[in-house]
Structures are given as C-alpha cells and as structure tokens.
C-alpha cells in the first residue's frame, strides 16, 4: 500500500524544487526524502521525476499525480491548521508571492504593524517579477498587479490606480509645461523600453482614446526608475498614481495634461479556490485593503482631480485669489456628497 507519508513528501519537493530545498523546509536529510520517493516510485511502478545534477523536473506522470494529490493533501493541512486557529487568532506561516519591488510601492513598516497585530503568524516574502504557480511552489497569497487574465485563481481587486502624466518643477520650468498632447513631441519623456524611433502611448482624453508619439531620449525598465528619473528632472514620465501620490502631495511631481490618463492598474488578491480560506491569510488581505481603502497608498488620485478642479476654475475666471480656495471647498464638498 502507498504511504501517504511518501506523498506527502513528493508534493512538497515538488513545491520546494529539489531535495535539498525541501529537505531544508522539513528539517529532513535530503537523502532521506530522495530515498523515500524511489520507494513511492517503486511502489506505483512509474517515474514521477527526473533528476539531474542541476535540476529536478516533474514527468507526464509526476505531474498529473501531483495535481490530483496537492489540493487534498492542502484541505487536511488546512484543516489541521483551523483547528488550531479554533480560538480565532490568525496564526501560522504564509508564504506570500509578489513583484520585486513590491517593497518600494508599499512600506515594510507596514508588516512591522501587521506583525505586531497578529504575533503568532509568520510570513515569508518571495519577490519576482514572474508568475508564481501558487500550487506548485506553496503559495498562499500572491500580490499581482495589471489586467490578470482568467483564472481557475480567486482574485480579489484591492485598489485601482490611473496611470498619469508626471514632471519635476524643475523640468518644467527649464522647458515649459506641454498644453496639449501634441506637445509632448517636442518633450523629454521616460519610457520602459525603447522602440526603433520613438514609444507611442495611448492615452483616454476629452475626445477619446488618442495616440501620441513620443521620442524618449532615457529609457528605464522598471516603475521606480522612471519615477526616480522624473524626480531628478529629466523629463515627462506616465506613471500610476498608487506611485507617484506622496510626490504629488509634497510637491516632487506635478501632474500635467490632467484631462488625460491611461486605463487602471488594478492591484490584487490572488489565492487558491478553498473551502475556507485560512484567517492568516484572510487577515492580511484585510489588512493590505484596509490600509488602500484609507488611501495611504493611493492619494495620487485624489490630488489630481484637485488639481484638474483648480485649473478649470482658473479658467473660467469664476474665483481668485483666496476665494479660488474657498470655492474648491465647496466643490469637494458636494462631491463627497454625492458619494
């Protein structure tokens, strides 16, 4: 008869992604769990990995026994662990997904206090910009950013963030601030990467969707180097404003072309469809919503329409001076009204 033990073993090398690694996990000799999963082999009468010095990879077979056995052998883990979270104290290890500079949008002192809240539950942070396979490597929450595309996944949206037009004062007032999208030809913009001759970005405006393109003269691949970039003064950037919104609140940044914004970059929640989610993990998806929802990550958009509010009213010449302020109270007021 087949070890459940064995099995057990089997998923977490695969999860873990060779002897060793596992071996590290579950205080275990590596050769031990090696040991053991020949005898599983055996005892099925079929491989279920290929090994190699370097690297450990699943078989046909290996892989359709491991799908089928995963997801029972995680209901018993989770069902042992709600046992002990009977008293309703999250508690545990969670092991958390996210991109790599997950850290610089959000702060690490967040999970000082989140920590603090919850001291019986340990987490365990991995960083990459490629997709986890939650099943696969472990993974009980992953933080993933953009458009997801479908998914057997759970995906719970936790914030929506516009992307916008962005400059340093000091940028502007060397070279002037562009009035129209047309203008920014003639601009010093920030891109990822570099197309043969110029970036065309497509922004939704008054009219519509509209194109421009634009010539970047400095290229960075990552959010944060743009943005770093564009604080330095070296030209226009299209950033979301979950990123740019502390620089917008002191001044930094400045938003331009505010009738103009790219579609939303939606952050979300994904986990494994469960029965019932463990409440370590419901906690800390309550807690990463909670702290978006008071807008500490997200205020980028709030200082935008401010803005955009302030510029009309210039405008119009409808108020000046002191009463210009006055005015903007009024509005934001019948607009929380509305709300």
Not at 7 to 20: D, P, Q
Not at 102 to 131: A, G
Not at 135 to 154: C, H, M, N, Q, T
Not at 297 to 308: N, R, T
């Amino acid at each position: 008869m087949v070890d459940l033990n064995d099995i057990w073993l089997f998923v977490h090398v695969v999860r873990a992604g060779s002897f060793a690694a596992a071996g590290r996990r579950l205080a275990m000799p590596s050769n031990t769990i090696s040991r053991r999963l020949q005898a599983l082999e055996a005892e099925l009468g079929v491989r279920l990995l290929q090994r190699s010095t370097r690297q450990l990879n699943m078989t046909a077979a290996g892989r359709e026994f491991f799908e089928r056995c995963a997801p029972g052998l995680e209901d018993i883990e989770y069902a042992s662990a709600s046992l002990s979270e009977s008293s309703g104290e999250p508690s545990g290890s969670l092991r958390v997904a996210a991109p790599v500079d997950f850290f610089d949008n959000f702060s690490i002192e967040w999970m000082h206090e989140f920590m603090r809240l919850y001291p019986k539950v340990q987490l365990e942070f991995v960083l990459s910009d490629s997709r986890a396979d939650l099943i696969a490597e472990g993974i009980d929450l992953a933080f993933r950013g953009g458009i997801l595309p479908d998914s057997s996944l759970v995906a719970r949206k936790l914030v929506d963030s516009h992307r916008g037009l962005v400059a340093s004062p000091r940028y502007l007032e060397h070279f002037g601030t562009p009035h129209t999208l047309a203008d920014l030809i003639g601009h010093a913009c920030l891109a990822a990467s570099p197309a043969p001759h110029h970036t065309t970005w497509k922004l939704e405006g008054p009219q519509g969707m509209e194109s421009v393109r634009v010539n970047p003269r400095l290229c960075i691949n990552t959010a944060q180097g743009q943005l770093r970039a564009a604080r330095a003064g070296h030209g226009i950037a299209l950033l979301p404003t979950m990123l740019t919104s502390e620089d917008l609140r002191n001044g930094t940044l400045v938003h331009i072309l505010p009738d103009y914004q790219r579609d939303a970059m939606g952050l979300y929640a994904v986990y494994v469809h469960r029965r019932q989610l463990p409440t370590a993990v419901s906690a800390l998806i309550e807690f990463f919503a909670d702290k978006l929802a008071r807008g500490i990550a997200d205020k980028g958009e709030q200082v935008c329409q401010e803005h955009f509010a302030r510029e009309d009213a210039a405008k119009k010449g409808q108020v000046g001076g002191a009463e210009a302020g006055s005015e903007l109270q009024r509005r934001e007021g019948v607009e929380k009204a509305v709300i």
